[in-house]
């Protein structure tokens, strides 16, 4: 992701937000490691000066709503655990995480179905340390990952971090193809290569919005256990689902393969940041306990334990109540009410200003719709836009290359007026003769005024993105593509 959209955008001219120049590397280049030449920024955190302008309006970051959470509740939760524990909420932790914490834990999981050992779980510092964790314990520099294209943007710097090939695997509506899973890993064991693990997102992928069938999930559980392979489930939205039937976790499917109530091949990943705060920085994994014990020794090395005082606070959260009326449990169905208007809002203001542009994905629940625009280099549009932040799709892929038209829009973070005036200008800002903008208006084209973005990819760039918005279902006869197992449907 290039920094030369904080100018276009006016940005500030602050030495926080500047990189240092060739001359300035130069004299370090000898002292860094190869692995650093493999390092890539997150689009996510790119955007951060940005969003913090109050003109802006983000559509770009995966932020829920944290104004939701009544203040007066706050208050009261941090008095008591200063009241009650202060010297063991400043005092370090416990590396795989309070036992209070872990019961919350299990409780979250439970909601979802799947039960789980408390003695295989550990806190991390969010979701995303699990990534970086399970990373660091199984990858050396050129082993495989197989993903999903387009995946989850913050994923692709740790992988590129840690030096590993990632094959990616176009989704449909229904998530990964299993079957194009498995040509994949015949053609990686025909190499003799053995990927180290598969990272899904399965329910209301990021940043595509769809959810993986239940076909699909027994399946890969299936191919996992037969190819002795692990899977990463990262599964941060499973309970913001606005509508249709929960389905069950692929920890839970394994567990129920091999009888014992716990999981050998899968690693689920959990976090408090969308059904809670981001800003308590605190998620989790389940994993075998000889993974997890490599997990505790890689965050022993990181950061020794996870912050006691938010690890406090989410306990005393989940005591307020009781069990039976929990508060965490009603707050998450305030926040699926609101996230499901505003979902339906974008929905509004995309076929208002982008009718006939464009496509993208309806999904069933989390925070994320995955757009793509006819002719328009969604980076180069990022650089032209009027105050509105988004992540370009390029951002969703390891080559950086694949994904040019197509973009990330969160719709959980903002005001329903600002869902619409976010959309309104980058339909403004895309131009060309087909907007339905100037045409109820009466207004002159905005190409006559801004003329359309005219990306220029290169020849690897001519991906067929159609397959991942279009997004057909299986089911669906597609004279494009070869007729698939039954299995996989």
């Given at each position: 992701?290039?920094?030369?959209y904080?100018a276009d955008m006016?940005g500030?001219?602050?030495r926080?937000?500047t ?6 590397l ?12 493999g390092?890539k ?8 000066a940005?969003t ?10 995966g932020?829920p709503?944290t ?6 509740l706050?208050e009261k ?8 524990s202060?010297a063991?909420a400043?005092?370090?932790g416990?590396?795989?995480g309070?036992a ?9 999981m439970?909601?979802e179905?799947?039960?789980v050992?408390p003695?295989e779980v550990?806190?991390t510092?969010?979701?995303?340390q699990?990534?970086?964790l399970?990373s660091?314990?199984?990858i050396d ?8 294209a387009?995946t989850?943007?913050g ?7 840690y030096?590993a090939a990632v094959e990616?695997i176009?989704?449909d509506?229904d998530?990964?193809?299993i079957?194009e899973?498995?040509?994949v ?6 190499e003799g ?10 329910n209301f ?7 993986m069938?239940?076909?699909r999930?027994?399946?890969l ?9 692990l899977?990463?489930e990262?599964?941060?939205y499973g309970?913001l689902r606005?509508?249709?039937e ?5 920890y ?9 109530g716990?999981?050998?091949l899968v ?7 969308k059904?809670?705060?981001?800003g ?17 020794l890689g ?8 912050s006691p005082?938010?690890q406090m606070?989410?306990?005393?959260y989940f005591a ?5 009326d929990?508060?965490?449990v009603?707050?998450v ?6 996230y499901?208007?505003?979902r339906d809002v974008m929905f509004?203001?995309?076929?208002e200003?982008f ?5 993208w994905?309806?999904p069933e629940?989390g925070l994320f719709i995955w757009a793509?625009?006819?002719g ?6 990022l ?8 992540v370009?799709g390029r951002a969703?892929y390891m080559?950086g ?11 959980a973070g903002v005001?329903d007026?600002d869902?619409?005036e976010g959309?309104r200008?980058?339909?403004r800002?895309?131009g060309g003769d087909t907007g ?6 009466g ?7 801004s003329?359309?973005?005219?990306p ?9 993105l159609?397959?991942?918005v279009?997004?057909?279902?299986r089911?669906?006869?597609n004279?494009?593509r070869p007729?698939r197992s039954?299995?996989?449907?």
């Amino acid at each position: 992701m290039e920094l030369r959209y904080r100018a276009d955008m006016g940005g500030h001219d602050d030495r926080r937000s500047t990189r240092p120049a060739a001359h300035e590397l130069a004299r370090y280049e000898a002292l860094f490691a190869a692995r650093t030449r493999g390092m890539k920024s997150s689009a996510m955190r790119e955007m951060m000066a940005l969003t913090e302008r109050p003109e802006v309006i983000s559509l770009a970051g995966g932020l829920p709503d944290t104004s939701t959470f009544a203040p007066a509740l706050y208050e009261k939760l941090m008095t008591e655990v200063a009241e009650e524990s202060t010297a063991r909420a400043l005092q370090y932790g416990p590396t795989e995480g309070m036992a209070a914490t872990v019961r919350c834990i299990v409780e979250v999981m439970a909601a979802e179905g799947t039960d789980v050992d408390p003695s295989e779980v550990i806190v991390t510092t969010g979701g995303q340390q699990v990534i970086d964790l399970v990373s660091k314990a199984l990858i050396d520099a050129g082993d495989v990952i197989v993903a999903e294209a387009p995946t989850y943007p913050g994923a692709v710097p740790t992988f590129s971090a840690y030096q590993a090939a990632v094959e990616q695997i176009e989704i449909d509506a229904d998530g990964m193809p299993i079957d194009e899973l498995e040509s994949v890993l015949d053609r990686l064991h025909n190499e003799g290569r053995t990927p180290k693990f598969i990272y899904t997102i399965p329910n209301f992928q990021n940043p595509g919005g769809v959810t993986m069938s239940l076909a699909r999930r027994r399946r890969l559980v299936e191919v996992a256990r037969e190819r002795e392979l692990l899977i990463l489930e990262d599964n941060p939205y499973g309970l913001l689902r606005y509508e249709g039937e929960p389905l069950p976790t692929l920890y839970s499917l394994d567990a129920e393969a091999v009888g014992r109530g716990g999981s050998d091949l899968v690693i689920y990943l959990g976090t408090f940041s969308k059904i809670l705060s981001p800003g308590l920085r605190l998620g989790w994994a389940v994993a075998p306990r000889p993974v997890l014990e490599k997990l505790n020794l890689g965050k022993q090395g990181t950061d020794l334990c996870s912050s006691p005082v938010t690890q406090m606070f989410v306990a005393a959260y989940f005591a307020e109540r009781g069990a039976e009326d929990a508060e965490w449990v009603e707050y998450v169905g305030r926040l699926k009410d609101l996230y499901r208007r505003r979902r339906d809002v974008m929905f509004e203001a995309l076929e208002e200003n982008f009718g006939g542009r464009a496509s993208w994905t309806r999904p069933e629940g989390g925070l994320f719709i995955w757009a793509t625009l006819d002719g328009v280099d969604t980076t180069d549009l990022l650089a032209r836009s009027e105050g509105v932040a988004f992540v370009p799709g390029r951002a969703a892929y390891m080559d950086g290359r694949r994904g040019s038209s197509s973009m990330r829009l969160n719709f959980a973070g903002v005001p329903d007026e600002d869902i619409r005036e976010g959309i309104r200008r980058i339909g403004r800002i895309m131009g060309g003769d087909t907007g339905l903008l100037g045409a109820l208006t009466g207004s002159p084209s905005p190409a006559s005024s801004s003329p359309a973005v005219e990306p220029s990819p290169k020849p690897e760039d001519q991906s067929p993105l159609a397959d991942i918005v279009s997004l057909p279902r299986r089911d669906a006869p597609n004279p494009a593509r070869p007729a698939r197992s039954r299995r996989d449907r």
